[in-house]
């Protein structure tokens, strides 16, 4: 005779059965509902707008290959025509810079949105040239815009200081002491006659000897 704790076990196992079948939950219920993945936003690229503002400069000095390396090294680093632009005359700060092709003679920049700048091309020993633009709706090919040599010292104007500059280093060549390139105008990599014919050529021009570059007739802007 099977013990009475038996019996009972037996009955509450036969109504209950195996316990998974009358369950009112099931395995997937057990899982964390999986989270819908979402549809990814379309990316928004914005659309790059703004055009080409182009010119020339042929006062920008050749590339050099004289087969001397480090030679050439530093005069094709620090003989470079820059150009740059800013949103304002008085802004610190440039928006972008490139330096004018050694064959070419021109820069480029691509993208420049509608608006009005300065740019400005300068190199060592040329007298900076501030140049107003204006993008609108359009690209802009500036033409050439090619500097006077001379302001060794770069205050727009070729005057004694720059003469006087020019006659202390003549004879210096480049690699001895005291020769620097802002005195070599044209990059040959010796200050000689040539060079102060060219600073007394343009003895007493100022900035007002850029034409045409947007700013009142008089050519001064400071
Ligand atoms: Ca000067
Ligand atoms: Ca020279």
């Keep these: 005779m099977r013990p009475a704790f038996y019996l009972e076990l037996q009955s509450v196992i036969f109504k209950s059965g195996n316990g998974l079948e009358s369950s009112p939950y099931s395995l997937e219920d057990a899982l964390p509902t999986p989270t819908p993945t979402p549809t990814p936003e379309p990316t928004l690229t914005p659309t790059p707008t703004g055009y080409i503002v ?18 050439d090294a530093y005069m094709n680093i620090h003989g470079v025509t820059n150009v740059s632009y800013r949103a304002s005359y008085l802004s ?10 050694s064959v070419t003679k021109t820069a480029s920049f691509a993208l420049v949105p509608n608006g009005t700048y300065v740019l400005t091309v300068k190199s060592d020993g040329y007298m900076i040239r501030d140049i ?11 033409g050439d815009k090619s500097l006077i040599s001379g302001d060794v010292f770069p205050d727009g104007i070729i005057d004694g200081s720059d003469t006087e500059t020019v006659f202390s280093t003549i004879g210096l060549a480049y690699g001895e002491l005291g020769y620097i390139i ?28 850029y034409p045409n570059d947007g700013w009142p007739e008089n050519g001064y802007y400071q």
């Design 54 to 71: 182009s010119l020339g400069c042929l006062s920008a000095a050749d590339l050099l290959n004289t087969g001397d390396t480090v030679y």
């Design 92 to 101: 610190p700060d440039d928006l972008a810079t490139t330096t004018v092709d």
């Design 132 to 142: 107003l633009l204006t993008v609108d709706g359009g690209n802009v090919p500036l």
């Design 182 to 209: 802002d005195n070599d105008f044209n990059r040959d990599g010796i200050v000689d006659g040539t060079d102060s014919e060219i600073v007394f050529f343009n003895l007493g021009k100022d900035s007002s000897w």
